[in-house]
């Protein structure tokens, strides 16, 4: 955490949390931000600034003067539906025209309680019609924070809903998923977020939506039918009472076949991006974002469709990757992965010796090692299941299955990658030899069962209950410490891990596991 994150927690503890407390409602909100406009509203001398219409919606379209992409950010800005304006959203809006020369479009949409739901929703919509007529919807990415985070999402699934175009790709800042505040950080993060109080979490709805059901997807995306929306990028922080919206959020979209990715911050409050003039973890959170966006919109492909069996032209373009696939063995997870990634692969079979338990000498012809997996994609022949998995999430995840390598938890992703083969795998193997020695291996078990469980409970104590290696998010590197689990259970020696029996189980439920087996043929690791 910077200096100057710890300062900024203090201080919007002191100023705005204690207004909260006093005057516990959303509408407390517009003080607030009006205050802060006269300074958000500043803006750079290379930035053009103009007031369009689209779709009789008043629209900011914020333009760096070197204009680079052909390409459109629509922003939806926050201000819990009652509050905030393209002006007060500038310190985000012009650093994102500006990085991605790219033209920002920040709709200016009715706001609550003047104009309750779905007024504002419906502003979005006839803007968003309007731009794509101007610009093509793969070339838009739309994108919001808190409550434009909802709108960002509640848009989307009326653009689904109404066989209207979709954008390229999404991305959503802390944003409000849920209005009926089921989610559990509402109350375990009520003390640790530094702007919000909990009491205010209930007016969101008399405010903005009186009287209406609180699970209509258009108010809480997260009760949508999200299938088959583009790729969407959730930045959200650890102490938020809103994180929840984020986590169940991305879960949902990443289990119905979307390119989710999810990004916790620690300890950043509630859109820190608004203070990139003083937090660096904005600034770097911008970069990301900017990092998102660069690769959605100048992509042909469309992972979410490619998931869904529709290759995308990038991908038809490209040599198929081939995957020597060892029956029973470590090269299962890559045939996941790449089912995960929507990457099309063929597999070439081998089957284990039946007595040895060896692989085939062909194999030999393809790597000296002769070991699965091993893959060749065009000419680069790639072995070891950890650089395999590297290569592919960084050559055509997208951003996807790693954390970005600016963000915190990227050291901890190698970590974990290097740890299944580096460490964990060591005893287990050791064990599975040794046991062949009958009793005359017997003074080499202590040792050797002392470094699984040393192993084991490391794991066991890192993962959280739901959680993954990374915390809330999916990675490659769950994938890759999988035939850890795996190998470990087939053995026995997974029963006093809760946790990573919970995790293995969930992780062979995800639809891509189930169609890399389907593909793989029978796997003796996956019961
Ligand atoms: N550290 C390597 C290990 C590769 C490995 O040992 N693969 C096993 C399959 S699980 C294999 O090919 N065994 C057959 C043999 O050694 O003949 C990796 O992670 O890729």
Same mark, same amino acid.
């Given at each position: 955490?910077?200096?100057?994150?710890?300062?900024?927690?203090?201080?919007?503890?002191?100023?705005?949390? %204690?207004?909260?407390?006093?005057? +516990?409602?959303?509408?407390?909100?517009?003080?607030? *931000?009006?205050?802060?406009?006269?300074?958000?509203? &500043?803006?750079?001398?290379?930035?053009?600034?103009?007031?369009?219409?689209?779709? =009789?919606?008043?629209?900011?379209?914020? /333009?760096? &003067?070197?204009?680079?992409?052909?390409?459109?950010?629509?922003?939806? @800005?926050?201000?819990?539906?009652?509050?905030?304006?393209?002006? /007060?959203?500038? +310190?985000? /809006?012009?650093?994102?025209?500006?990085?991605?020369?790219?033209?920002?479009?920040?709709?200016?949409? %009715?706001?609550?309680?003047? @104009?309750?739901?779905?007024?504002?929703?419906? $502003?979005?919509?006839?803007?968003? %019609?309007?731009?794509?007529?101007?610009?093509?919807?793969?070339?838009?990415?739309? =994108?919001? $924070?808190?409550?434009? =985070?909802?709108?960002?999402?509640?848009?989307?699934?009326?653009?689904?809903?109404?066989?209207?175009?979709?954008?390229?790709?999404?991305?959503?800042?802390?944003?409000? /998923? $849920?209005?009926?505040?089921?989610?559990?950080?509402?109350?375990?993060?009520? &003390?640790?977020?530094?702007?919000?109080?909990?009491?205010? *979490?209930?007016?969101?709805?008399? %405010?903005?939506? +009186?009287?209406?059901?609180?699970?209509?997807?258009?108010?809480?995306?997260?009760?949508? $039918?999200?299938a088959g929306l583009p790729p969407t990028l959730f930045q959200v922080g650890d102490t938020e009472m809103l994180l929840d919206d984020s986590v169940r959020m991305a879960q949902k979209m990443q289990a119905a076949g979307v390119a989710a990715k999810l990004d916790v911050w620690p300890k950043v409050p509630h859109v820190w991006h608004l203070m990139a003039d003083i937090l660096p973890e904005a600034r770097r959170a911008i970069d990301d974002l900017v990092a998102f966006i660069r690769v959605h919109v100048h992509s042909a492909g469309h992972p979410s469709l490619e998931a869904a069996g529709t290759p995308s032209i990038a991908a038809r373009q490209t040599p198929m990757i081939k995957v020597h696939h060892l029956n029973n063995s470590r090269s299962q997870r890559i045939l996941w992965l790449l089912e995960e990634l929507g990457v099309p692969y063929e597999i070439v079979p081998y089957q284990r010796d039946a007595v040895t338990n060896l692989a085939p000498p062909e194999l030999k012809d393809i790597h000296p090692l002769g070991k699965s997996p091993v893959i060749s994609d065009g000419d680069l022949v790639v072995a070891e299941s950890g650089a395999i998995i590297e290569y592919l999430v960084r050559k055509y995840g997208q951003g996807r299955l790693m954390p970005a390598e600016s963000s915190p938890d990227f050291v901890r992703y190698l970590q974990w990658m290097h740890f299944a083969e580096g460490s964990a795998m060591l005893p287990l193997l050791l064990a599975l030899y040794v046991g062949r020695l009958g009793d005359a291996g017997a003074p080499l078990h202590p040792r050797i069962f002392g470094e699984i469980a040393n192993h084991l409970s490391y794991m066991n104590g890192a993962i959280e209950k739901g959680g993954y290696l990374l915390g809330h998010e999916f990675s490659a590197a769950d994938i890759q410490n999988s035939f850890v689990l795996e190998a470990a259970k087939l053995r026995g020696f997974l029963k006093d891990y809760p946790n990573l029996l919970d995790l293995l189980a969930r992780l062979q439920a995800r639809p891509a596991y189930r169609r890399a087996l389907e593909r793989g043929g029978p796997y003796a690791f996956a019961s």
């Amino acid at each position: 955490m910077s200096l100057q994150l710890y300062a900024m927690n203090l201080l919007l503890r002191y100023q705005i949390k %204690r207004r909260f407390k006093k005057a +516990p409602d959303v509408m407390t909100l517009r003080p607030v *931000m009006e205050a802060q406009e006269p300074i958000s509203a &500043k803006l750079p001398a290379e930035i053009v600034q103009q007031q369009i219409e689209l779709g =009789g919606v008043t629209v900011e379209k914020l /333009t760096a &003067k070197a204009v680079a992409s052909e390409g459109a950010v629509f922003y939806i @800005h926050g201000g819990g539906w009652v509050a905030g304006s393209p002006r /007060t959203h500038r +310190p985000l /809006t012009w650093r994102l025209a500006t990085k991605l020369g790219m033209p920002v479009y920040a709709v200016d949409y %009715r706001l609550a309680p003047e @104009h309750p739901f779905p007024a504002g929703l419906d $502003d979005c919509l006839a803007a968003y %019609r309007a731009l794509i007529e101007k610009v093509p919807p793969s070339s838009i990415v739309i =994108g919001g $924070d808190s409550a434009g =985070g909802n709108l960002t999402l509640a848009l989307a699934l009326r653009l689904k809903a109404e066989n209207i175009p979709l954008p390229a790709a999404l991305f959503c800042l802390s944003p409000a /998923t $849920d209005l009926a505040a089921t989610g559990s950080t509402i109350h375990t993060n009520a &003390k640790a977020d530094a702007l919000f109080v909990e009491e205010m *979490m209930h007016t969101l709805e008399p %405010r903005y939506a +009186p009287g209406a059901d609180l699970r209509n997807p258009f108010l809480s995306p997260l009760y949508g $039918d999200v299938a088959g929306l583009p790729p969407t990028l959730f930045q959200v922080g650890d102490t938020e009472m809103l994180l929840d919206d984020s986590v169940r959020m991305a879960q949902k979209m990443q289990a119905a076949g979307v390119a989710a990715k999810l990004d916790v911050w620690p300890k950043v409050p509630h859109v820190w991006h608004l203070m990139a003039d003083i937090l660096p973890e904005a600034r770097r959170a911008i970069d990301d974002l900017v990092a998102f966006i660069r690769v959605h919109v100048h992509s042909a492909g469309h992972p979410s469709l490619e998931a869904a069996g529709t290759p995308s032209i990038a991908a038809r373009q490209t040599p198929m990757i081939k995957v020597h696939h060892l029956n029973n063995s470590r090269s299962q997870r890559i045939l996941w992965l790449l089912e995960e990634l929507g990457v099309p692969y063929e597999i070439v079979p081998y089957q284990r010796d039946a007595v040895t338990n060896l692989a085939p000498p062909e194999l030999k012809d393809i790597h000296p090692l002769g070991k699965s997996p091993v893959i060749s994609d065009g000419d680069l022949v790639v072995a070891e299941s950890g650089a395999i998995i590297e290569y592919l999430v960084r050559k055509y995840g997208q951003g996807r299955l790693m954390p970005a390598e600016s963000s915190p938890d990227f050291v901890r992703y190698l970590q974990w990658m290097h740890f299944a083969e580096g460490s964990a795998m060591l005893p287990l193997l050791l064990a599975l030899y040794v046991g062949r020695l009958g009793d005359a291996g017997a003074p080499l078990h202590p040792r050797i069962f002392g470094e699984i469980a040393n192993h084991l409970s490391y794991m066991n104590g890192a993962i959280e209950k739901g959680g993954y290696l990374l915390g809330h998010e999916f990675s490659a590197a769950d994938i890759q410490n999988s035939f850890v689990l795996e190998a470990a259970k087939l053995r026995g020696f997974l029963k006093d891990y809760p946790n990573l029996l919970d995790l293995l189980a969930r992780l062979q439920a995800r639809p891509a596991y189930r169609r890399a087996l389907e593909r793989g043929g029978p796997y003796a690791f996956a019961s």
